[in-house]
């Protein structure tokens, strides 16, 4: 090697390389010419030709959207189902100018801004090239045909029939099934890329309720299409296709009867229902009033339709039964008392004198009942129950205190969500000392427990909770999980059942026998409902203190007094015997559980058990 | 003077012209004029992968972080001595071969071809190693013989080239095997291997095209030439890609349909669009223009690296410096002459413009070598 670079002559390998490398230089240049050449030709000489190839190139992959499952209630009437509709879509490549193409169809059919504006937002959003936009739905047989005249000056413009949902009862479903709309740029981003390809054909998605907890059973799964068009978009002939597979269909416990009922025994007042099939937890009705027509949103709801819902004081997007978190009042007082016998607190033949108030030792402060003159001596348990004595449970709640309480409170399902399958229900509260500690900081106080005991203070509970508290009374301690749904795609959902009360026979009996006069015993607070029904009931009464008004409520001062007064509760069951339905119905600022809460309870238990059966 | 051979002798420290950034280059061991035109060609590319991936920021992003990966790749090998390069020559050349053979007997892979070590998770392709391993070790080996190069000396080098590729076609992998070969064969062009040689070699390749043709190309190869000279053979199989990008390539004409616009590359008309087709993409949606600018800098690029090469101080450094040049050359021809119907499919991306990470690491690498040569101190005297 080192004999080799003796000799090696420096400057001539130098010399040589450097014509080897002008060689390379003018090398690569010619052939980057002859690239340059080549590229001429394409793009130049022979540009036309390929122009016209690639209008040719119109094979296209069409998704075809899955029919959405159906929803039926309970005897099979239809609550959700799809409609053909006529919808002007534009395919926003194929248009040479987008202004001059909405003015020309401004001019032959019914745009509004509103229209305008969706279609623009959708226009901005992620989305396949060549998808078309829809721009105007439910076109009527007019403009089809206006459209269809004018065809050959709308270039990328597409009239198709899609299947919108449309809901037969708007009203008495939205806050249970929810409702379908438009799938946003939210939703879009969040999408997988499995989703986005499901999602190809479909236009909406489900936005609350069952539409949304059943999304993925409902959407079915897209099919799709390879179609040739001409340069224009428009199909000419389709070349092979997948079907699409349709969602699978629910079937609800939910019964449209007695969900009319509900509605209707609320007339106009604010309040919700929830009645419960005792022996699986199905939801047999669940209203909560004012409702609002949700076919208004499934193809977008205008600004003005949203912001008139959405202000109004009677809030009636606001769900009631399940978001709702109201003070139960009295209606705990039978899990309270049968707590009070589990745990050897009282016994049934125990008594109390009420003076009308109550006192804790070394307390200056009066606990008040309801009956300024109280309810005299020797009261016991059924009679505490059936009258609705505050003073009995406070004497109650202070001698069992508030760990016995809330356990036993708890396998009632309060204070913790029911786990029905609608999305976005509230927990309520059901206070413990743990509770009180991390959330205010304070310990328990004596007092604290005389109110948890009426169902006040810190006690709160959604519509839902305290229908599954009495369906739990009512089947006598089996607590099961409340379903709205009770198949899918055919297939059945068994009832769920989440846990049973630890209590004795004998002390159940006490409590419902207590129920039972609160409806047909002569002092019962709810013994006007009794008139003239040929079954027994069994119930409860309760009025909550209004304490504040629920959040983002817009009232003016005139309404202010009215929706200060106290709510009207009453949750009960029937028939005595062998209980079917349990119902918890809340009115808001109607005042009186006996007057206002337990007439509505009544037209249900009679719109279930008097209905006509094939 | 004669300027022409005078300047290879010009010794930096008597040249009193010598400014301050060029100071800096050397200091940094960068040349600012490459690095210039790569960042240009890697800027652009990332516009035209947004469009071909479907406006997908996640590949942009990913694709970022590769770029990161491969200047940060390219600025340490930069520092490396060249003379340290040329002694770690031998091993670098051993060390690939016994990767390839691990990957003959060990390789994993999809389709049909064994082209990847998987360590530990981490997968690796050695093809992409002896991309750069070969053009050093054969420089380093005739760097040190007489040029131009003699019988012996020729043969031994064809032994060197081939063992690798021989195993790279194997796998197979058509489009790396060549690339690689020709990174080796261009040093020997560079050593000055005689004109009567490389004659006689042409002769010989095209004589023994038959045998190739009938017992070493596999099916699929084949297919690939066959589309070549006929697309409309087969215009659902094999032809698609060569028509499809053509039709891409040819509507967009002079100015193109302008970014995000293209219709063949949208409409997933173009397969592979963002990947070895990426080019069509680009001359669809900017046309001519396009074209003519990418190709531009391409150019710049090759030009830049071949002035280094003539600067550099020894036979090694010119050699290894031209090939890589040349190599970088040869990848953007190969690509572009392919997606423009004019060579037969070869997997080739499109150098720093088409999405994968591999291949812009192993580009970027041999322009650190690049640099490394451009920045190498001057020796006032042998």
């Known amino acids: ?614 | 003077m004669m300027p022409n051979q005078d300047f290879l002798r010009r010794l930096p420290e008597s040249d009193r012209a010598l400014r301050k950034r060029d100071r800096l280059q050397q200091r940094l061991h960068l040349d600012f004029w490459l690095l210039l035109l790569l960042l240009t060609i890697s800027a652009g590319g990332l516009v035209v992968l947004f469009s071909a991936s479907d406006q997908s920021l996640g590949t942009i992003k990913r694709q970022g972080v590769y770029f990161v990966i491969a200047f940060v790749a390219m600025m340490v090998v930069a520092q490396v001595p060249v003379h340290f390069m040329r002694r770690m020559a031998p091993w670098a050349y051993v060390v690939g071969v016994g990767l390839l053979l691990l990957v003959v007997f060990y390789g994993v892979g999809a389709k049909g071809a064994q082209r990847w070590l998987s360590i530990g998770g981490f997968r690796f392709q050695p093809s992409e190693f002896m991309k750069l391993a070969m053009p050093v070790a054969i420089a380093a080996y005739l760097g040190q013989r007489h040029l131009p190069p003699v019988f012996k000396h020729i043969f031994w080098t064809l032994v060197l080239v081939s063992i690798p590729v021989v195993l790279i076609i194997e796998q197979p992998d058509l489009g790396t095997s060549i690339l690689v070969a020709a990174s080796g064969l261009m040093v020997l062009f560079f050593a000055g291997l005689s004109w009567r040689y490389i004659f006689a070699a042409i002769g010989a390749l095209l004589l023994s095209l038959w045998p190739l043709w009938q017992f070493v190309l596999h099916d699929y190869q084949k297919r690939r030439v066959l589309t070549l000279l006929n697309p409309e053979d087969d215009r659902l199989g094999a032809g698609w890609n060569i028509i499809q990008s053509k039709t891409a390539i040819g509507s967009g004409g002079v100015p193109g349909k302008g970014w995000l616009q293209g219709t063949q590359s949208h409409l997933d008309f173009l397969p592979e669009g963002h990947t070895d087709f990426i080019i069509a993409v680009l001359a669809e949606e900017f046309g001519l223009i396009g074209v003519l600018i990418l190709l531009g800098l391409y150019l710049l690029v090759v030009l830049r690296g071949l002035t280094i090469a003539l600067r550099a101080q020894d036979s090694f450094g010119r050699l290894l410096g031209a090939s890589i040049t040349l190599t970088f050359f040869v990848y953007v021809f190969v690509n572009i002459g392919m997606v423009s119907g004019l060579l037969p499919v070869v997997g080739v991306p499109l150098p720093l413009v088409s999405q994968g990470g591999t291949s812009i690491v192993t580009l970027m690498t041999g322009f650190g070598i690049l640099m490394a040569i451009a920045t190498e101190p001057k020796r006032v005297t042998r």
């Open chain 1, 1 to 614: 090697m080192s004999e080799a670079r003796q000799f090696k002559d420096h400057h001539r390998e130098a010399r040589l390389f450097f014509s080897r490398a002008l060689f390379a230089g003018v090398v690569i240049v010619l052939l980057t010419a002859l690239l340059v050449v080549r590229f001429y030709s394409l793009q130049v000489t022979h540009h036309e030709d390929y122009v016209t190839q690639s209008d040719r190139n119109r094979v296209h992959v069409l998704p075809i959207a899955p029919t959405r499952g159906l929803i039926y209630d309970r005897d099979g009437e239809l609550l959700a189902e799809n409609r053909a509709s006529y919808t002007l879509s534009v395919v926003h490549e194929r248009v040479e100018d987008l202004g001059h193409t909405l003015e020309l169809l401004s001019d032959l059919v019914t745009i509004t801004p509103n229209d305008i504006e969706k279609f623009n937002d959708q226009l901005r959003q992620r989305r396949r090239p060549f998808d078309a936009v829809p721009l105007r739905y439910n076109l009527t047989e007019d403009e089809i045909a206006r459209l269809a005249v004018n065809e050959f000056r709308l270039d990328g413009v597409e009239v198709h029939a899609q299947l919108v949902r449309y809901y037969p009862h708007g009203e008495m479903f939205a806050h249970t099934i929810g409702y379908v709309g438009r799938i946003n740029e939210r939703e879009l981003a969040g999408f997988t890329e499995e989703e986005y390809q499901q999602y190809s054909g479909t236009h909406s998605i489900g936005k609350i309720g069952l539409e949304k907890a059943y999304e993925t059973q409902l959407l079915g799964e897209v099919g799709y299409q390879n179609v040739e068009t001409n340069a224009r978009g428009r199909v000419l002939r389709v070349l092979e296709s997948g079907d699409p597979k349709p969602g699978k269909d629910l079937v609800l416990h939910l019964d449209t009867e007695l969900q009319r009922e509900a509605f209707a025994a609320l007339e106009d007042n604010r309040g919700a229902v929830v009645a419960v099939d005792v022996k699986t937890g199905g939801i047999l009705a669940a209203a909560s009033a004012p409702s609002f027509d949700a076919n208004l949103f499934v193809t977008g709801i205008s600004f003005k339709d949203y912001r008139a819902l959405n202000q109004s004081a009677d809030l009636p997007l606001f769900n009631r039964f399940l978001q709702g978190q109201y003070p139960p009042g009295s209606t705990i007082k039978p899990v309270v008392g049968m707590a009070g016998l589990h745990f050897g607190v009282v016994t049934p033949e125990d008594t109390i004198y009420d003076p009308g108030y109550y006192r804790l030792k070394n307390d200056s402060r009066f606990y008040r009942d309801w009956k300024r003159q109280g309810h005299g001596t020797k009261v016991d348990l059924k009679q505490a129950i059936a009258e609705s004595c505050d003073t009995y449970f406070y004497d109650l709640g202070h001698r069992m205190g508030i760990d016995d309480m809330h356990s036993f409170g708890y396998q009632f399902g309060l204070g913790e969500k029911t786990g029905i399958d609608v999305p976005n229900e509230r927990r309520g509260l059901w206070p413990s000392r743990d509770w009180k500690r991390g959330a205010r900081g304070l310990p328990w106080f004596p007092g604290d427990s005389l109110n948890v005991a009426i169902g006040q203070g810190d006690v709160l509970a959604t519509p839902m909770q305290l229908g599954v508290m009495v369906a739990t009374l009512a089947s006598r301690g089996k607590h099961y999980r409340p379903q709205m749904v009770a198949s899918v795609g055919g297939e059945p959902r068994p009832p769920e059942l989440l846990g049973e009360v630890s209590v004795s026979e004998e002390h159940m009996n006490v409590i419902i026998e207590a129920m039972e006069e609160v409806v047909h015993g002569v002092h019962g607070t709810a013994q006007r409902i009794r008139r003239g029904a040929p079954y027994r009931m069994a119930g409860k009464t309760g009025t909550a203190q209004v304490v504040a008004i629920a959040q983002g409520e817009k009232y003016d001062s005139e309404a202010l007094s009215e929706r200060n007064r106290d709510h009207a509760l009453f949750v009960g069951f029937a028939p005595l015997e062998d209980p079917q339905i349990a119902v918890a119905v809340l009115v808001e600022n109607a005042e009186s559980g006996s007057g206002a809460a337990a007439p509505v309870a009544r037209r249900v238990f009679d719109a279930w058990l008097l209905r006509e059966t094939e």
